[in-house]
């Protein structure tokens, strides 16, 4: 058998969406201890030391310096390199798909939806780009703070203002190394878009997700259908029927039928290339889809995996007020500190590690729980002044995640309908 240009295509591209399949997810919880896993470990750590350990012997390291200061421009710098090459690959393959495929379609409902739906990625990833992600300046902070309220575990109120932008950090916002300002709601930075992704412009974030989602789906659908029909002319023009069905010979023919013109070796790459990157886009959005659903931030969600393992090696505790009762509350709230805000489920003022569960978990009783978990996974196991350390948290459903509203809708008004100020 003789390896043609495509056969290397198709190589290619299998092999990198399974590299960037296992980078990508390798290190979500439900692949921990798996073969995906273990593949992520292997590829993310211990291949690239041991590269960096022979390029020291050979070079004295200075091949692994400039791969790390290139991938550091990369990842840690704002250019659109990412987003122009995005652009790129997009265009190259609408232009091949239009040269090569377009004039196959007849259906007219395909005509009238193509060219539109082809356009969507440029229109959202431009609205994602050039969108404020919720830039949080001095003379907004406030603001940010009473939208987004502490809810004492992931986010308290003595956090140390943001030490380059010197405003105060509200709940779930972060300070983005590569746009240097703190991001209200921030998810993560991207590269492709070459843009914080936040309070404001998630949805579009979302909306350039789905775009790319259905111009693969959708291409990979129309690409085979071309080639399905000139398959179809080519080898059975009195129908399928009449002919033997063996598989094999089937392969042969489709094999064929792709190197038989210059168009089909296009429409079928085009038919691969969308087909293997489809599921990466579709897990993306899935992982996407499931954050809103609890209520989390990509961010939030890693703090919230600290906080479970913290519970699992039994190092979260409940304090207790001695003086509380349910009266008392409602006055402290009243009264409570400039920074504090009221939520639905309870009260988050400017002491540390407090948390009102109104979930009917903890805090049932009408206790006032305390918990202590303080930033990026540090553990603050000392008693709060006044509090009595009562027991262990149990389990993560025990903690009441405020920024979940429940529901199956209720987490999409904020992604949908953010407050502007
Ligand atoms: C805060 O104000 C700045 C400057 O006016 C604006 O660009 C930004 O979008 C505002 N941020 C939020 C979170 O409202
Ligand atoms: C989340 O934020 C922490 C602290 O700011 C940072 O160390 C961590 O890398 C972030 N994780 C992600 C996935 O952005
Ligand atoms: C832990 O909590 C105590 C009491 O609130 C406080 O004095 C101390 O500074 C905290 N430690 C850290 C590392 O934040
Ligand atoms: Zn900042
Ligand atoms: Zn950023």
């Known amino acids: ?21 296992i980078v990508l997810f390798g290190r979500l919880p439900a692949f921990k201890g798996t073969i995906v896993g273990k593949a992520r470990t292997l590829l993310w750590h211990w291949i690239p030391a041991k590269l960096v350990a022979i390029d020291k012997t050979i070079t004295g390291g200075r091949i692994s310096d400039a791969t790390r200061s290139c991938g550091n421009y990369l990842i840690n710098d704002k250019h659109w390199g990412v987003a122009i090459f995005y652009v790129t ?35 959202y990833l431009y609205l994602s780009a050039f969108t404020d992600p919720g830039t949080i300046t001095p003379s907004n902070v406030s603001r940010m703070l009473e939208i987004f309220p502490y809810d004492d575990i992931i986010f308290y109120p003595d956090m140390p203002p943001c030490r380059t932008c010197h405003t105060p950090k509200p709940a779930r916002s972060k300070h983005c190394s590569v746009c240097k300002h703190c ?9 492709w878009i070459n843009n914080c992704v936040g309070y404001y412009n998630y949805r579009f974030f979302l909306a350039f997700i789905v775009s790319n989602l259905i111009v693969l789906a959708y291409g990979s659908y129309l690409t ?11 080898y059975f023009p009195e129908g399928y029927d009449s002919a033997p069905k063996y598989y094999w010979a089937d392969y042969i023919k489709w094999m064929k039928l792709i190197h038989s013109q210059n168009w089909t070796a296009t429409v079928s790459s085009l038919f691969m290339i969308s087909t293997l990157v489809l599921p990466l886009v579709i897990a993306f959005l899935a992982q996407h889809l499931l954050f809103i659903h609890q209520g989390v931030t990509t961010n939030e969600s890693e703090k919230w995996g600290e906080v479970e393992w913290a519970i699992k090696n039994g ?11 349910a009266e008392n509350d409602m006055t402290e709230t009243a009264t409570g500190s400039g920074s504090g805000s009221e939520s639905e489920y309870g009260v ?24 202590h978990v303080y930033g990026d996974g540090e553990m603050n196991r000392s008693v709060p002044h006044g509090m009595v350390q009562t027991e262990k948290v149990p389990d993560l459903d025990s903690i009441c995640n405020i920024y979940d509203k429940g529901g199956i809708f209720q987490n999409w008004e904020e992604v949908l309908f953010p407050k502007y100020t």
């Open 89 to 123: 690959i997009l265009t190259v393959a609408l232009i091949f798909f239009f040269k090569d495929a377009w004039r196959h379609i007849m259906n007219p409902i395909h005509r009238l939806l193509i060219p539109p739906l082809a356009f969507q990625p440029y229109f």
């Open 348 to 371: 988050a003022r400017s002491r540390p590690g407090i948390l009102t569960n109104g979930k009917g978990k903890l805090g049932k009783s009408g206790r006032r729980v305390h918990i």
């Open 315 to 325: 190092m979260l505790y409940i304090y207790e007020d001695g003086q509380f009762n």
């Open 1 to 21: 058998m003789q390896f043609t240009a495509l056969h290397y295509v198709v190589a290619f591209i299998v092999i990198f969406s399974t590299i960037v399949f």
């Open 224 to 234: 085979f259908s071309v080639l399905y029909k000139e398959y179809m002319r080519q």
């Open 183 to 191: 991001i209200a709601r921030m998810d993560h930075h991207c590269a």
